[in-house]
C-alpha cells in the first residue's frame, strides 16, 4: 500500500517544481579602449542613448536603489532596478520589477572588459520563462542582448 502511494506522491511534488532558470550569455569585442565603452553604456539610464528597442529612460529611486523606466519604441514599458554596481571593473547587475516580457525573476548583469587592444562587453541573465515556452523567453531576452550589443559596439566606435 505504501508503494503504490508513494509513486503518485512523488510525480506530484516533482510537477509542482518551479521551472528551471534560464540562463543567457552574449558578449561582443570592441575595437575600442574599456573606458570609452563604459562611458557609452555605465550610465544605468544611458540605455536610452544605445539600446534600439528604447525610446526613452526616465531615472527614478526607490528604497535609495536606482530605477529606471524605460518606454519601449512600438509600445510598452520595463521597469528595472539597478541591484549592484562597480565602476572599477566596470559592471552593474539589475533586476526587471514589472514589464511586458515573458519572464520572471529575471537578473542580468553588463560588463565591460579589457580584450586584445580592445574592449569585450558581455551581457548575462538569469530567468525563469513567465507566460510561455522556455524558448520564447530565451529568444526574446537573446534578441535584446544581441541588438544591444551591436549598438553598443556602432556606438563606442
Request: net charge neutral; aromatic share 6%.
Amino acid at each position: 500500500m505504501v508503494r503504490t502511494l508513494a509513486l503518485p506522491a512523488l510525480l506530484l511534488v516533482v510537477g509542482t517544481v518551479p521551472g528551471h532558470a534560464i540562463d543567457v550569455q552574449k558578449s561582443i569585442d570592441i575595437a575600442a579602449a574599456p573606458a570609452k565603452v563604459w562611458q557609452t553604456i555605465g550610465d544605468f539610464c544611458g540605455i536610452g542613448d544605445w539600446h534600439p528597442a528604447v525610446e526613452t529612460c526616465a531615472p527614478s529611486e526607490k528604497d535609495g536603489m536606482k530605477v529606471r523606466t524605460l518606454s519601449l519604441k512600438g509600445g510598452g514599458t520595463l521597469v528595472e532596478e539597478q541591484v549592484s554596481r562597480d565602476d572599477k571593473v566596470m559592471r552593474y547587475t539589475y533586476t526587471i520589477l514589472q514589464g511586458p516580457l515573458p519572464v520572471a525573476d529575471y537578473k542580468s548583469t553588463i560588463s565591460v572588459a579589457p580584450e586584445g587592444s580592445g574592449s569585450k562587453v558581455s551581457w548575462t541573465g538569469s530567468f525563469s520563462a513567465k507566460g510561455a515556452p522556455d524558448t520564447v523567453a530565451q529568444d526574446a531576452i537573446s534578441g535584446i542582448y544581441e541588438s544591444g550589443l551591436k549598438a553598443i559596439a556602432d556606438k563606442a566606435k
